[in-house]
């Protein structure tokens, strides 16, 4: 039987960063049983913690993706389940998921980019800031401002450029992929201490309301220790065989501005729990709508008769918004909530045709 699903502190310490999510590890497989049933503990876990019924469980069963809406404690939250199988091996998967130069592109990442090791210019050169992007810009001050910043950045903003100029977009754009660098630095150097400050809302600490979300996570930490050691430690302790990169990304979704998102992407297949890999990506900067993010894949060994092979594939995302109205006639939050669940039946879907159409080796 599983404990008690929730996240505590371990004999009273913080929980920080995004350590707790890494015990998705609680799904890997135990026993194996009837090539075509999932592994007892999954499917445990999908019945009692994510509530699927007899038929949901047939889907999966059956190839097809799942999607559903959990439960939050904040309005402002929103929390997506998703699971779908596919026809690859999990270690070509993981090779597929680690070339992070294709893996991270997708249809509604319109840009993207990787941090190198010593963050140089090119790792940003396509950042783009359009000219309405530096009118919003030039307006921010602390509690009103539409860009998601710390009101130390919002008066470097206004000293600094050159706003009578004809090219202020253009150093708006240059200012900002500086600035995207010189954070990068900062995280790798100090970890969730350099997270950044929004003062366009009040005064929200995103390291805070980074761990605020994941206390309301379905997970225990414990089940995969050295991972969560490294994620909550991170940059002071190693993991040998992890696999992490920074990267940022332009993301486009119906009913949204176009939001710029920086992330850390950690992969690693616990010693500990054989059949299982996790893939866990932490927001530390959105510059748009979120407070905090989190996006965790899940890759589990699946039988298929014949010995072929397979995986199960799992992806929780969880998001804070910073404003997100329900009720009325607009209803921001079912459209937002709609959204979401759209993207991730597409992304489901394309992760298993991805795998069945030999793209995954």
Known sequence: MFP?????????????????????????PATT??????????????????????????????GEAVVKVLETQNPRDVAIFGIITADASRDAYVRHLSDFERSLRSPARVRLGIFSAA??????????????????LRKCRPGKCDFKLPATEMARIQERIDWSSGDHSKQVTAYARQRLLDYVSDYRARGDAAMVVYDDRGN?????????????????????????GYLSAYPRTKLDGVRDVLFWSETAAPRMRRTLTVSHLAVYSPPELPGTTLAAAK????????????????IIDRDVPGGKPGIYLLVLRRFRFDNLPSGGLLNIRGKVIGSLKDQMLADLARDKMTAAGGHVR
């Open 283 to 298: 927001q530390i900067y959105a510059n748009h709508y979120f407070e905090a993010a989190f996006d965790l894949t899940t």
């Open 4 to 28: 008690a699903w929730g996240l505590r502190s371990h004999r009273g310490m913080r929980i920080s960063s995004y350590a707790q999510i890494t015990v998705v590890a609680l799904l890997a």
């Open 33 to 62: 049983i009837h090539a075509q049933q999932p592994p007892r503990a999954l499917a445990q876990f999908l019945r009692e913690s994510i509530a699927l019924d007899v038929a949901q469980l047939a889907q999966v069963q059956r």
């Open 204 to 228: 929200v600490r995103a390291s805070d309301a980074f761990a605020d979300l994941l206390a309301q996570s379905p997970y225990v930490y414990k089940y995969a220790p050295s991972f969560a």
């Open 119 to 136: 963050g140089n210019p090119a790792d940003v050169q396509a950042v783009v800031l359009e000219r309405q992007d530096a009118e919003d």
